[in-house]
């Protein structure tokens, strides 16, 4: 079961990889938002996924965290694009 | 023992799947709007499954520490509340800032 685990980051690996050309080359800045938002939410499956491919149960607090961040970072990066001014 | 894995497999291809169709229309799709169509609904639906499949794993070759279990239902849940608002967000500001939305017959942007 360990080596289906390591199969299945691999593959979420590959779509980081695919979503990370559109974080680059995308056109205007809400694609780039939207492309590490999407990153950023399949860092978290991965992380879990690594978690039980190294039995360490420490990485799943590690995604709580991340998922927290991303999630408030993508807010400010989304308001701050609306307004032109972080002040709400 | 076989069943639940059996199971558990079947869960997390379904999740990379959905996350697969995410990514590739992520890349394919012409607009902006279009793009975060796709991501917004397979992603959510993707790491569901996955989260899921994994959760159903733990408490059937690690019952004895049920803590983790309720350390990725928290995950879970929090994934489906999070991710569509953010996608709402990010949505809802490129409207107000005036990015137009692709109609049929123009090229990719």
Do not use: Q
């Amino acid at each position: 079961m360990i080596s289906m685990f390591l199969v299945i980051g691999l593959l979420i690996v590959v779509t980081i990889l695919l979503c990370l050309y559109r974080a680059v080359v995308g056109p205007g800045v809400f694609n780039r938002v939207a492309a590490v938002n999407v990153i950023g939410t399949k860092t978290v499956v991965l992380l879990v996924i690594m978690g039980y491919c190294f039995e360490r149960p420490l990485f799943f607090d590690i995604s709580l965290l991340y998922a927290m961040l991303n999630f408030i970072g993508t807010l400010v990066f989304a308001k701050y694009l609306e307004r032109g001014e972080l002040c709400f | 023992m076989l069943l639940i894995d059996v199971i558990v497999t079947i869960l997390l291809g379904a999740g990379m799947f959905f996350m697969f169709i995410g990514a590739i229309g992520l890349l394919r799709f012409p607009d902006f709007y279009t793009r975060l169509h796709a991501t917004g609904k397979c992603d959510t639906l993707g790491e569901g499954l996955i989260i899921a499949g994994l959760i159903i794993y733990h408490l059937f070759h690690y019952p004895g520490i049920p803590l983790v279990a309720v350390k990725l239902l928290i995950l879970f849940i929090f994934i489906f509340i999070a991710n569509p608002t953010a996608t709402h967000t990010i949505v809802k500001a490129a409207y107000n800032k005036g990015l137009k939305p692709w109609r049929l017959g123009e090229g990719r942007r």
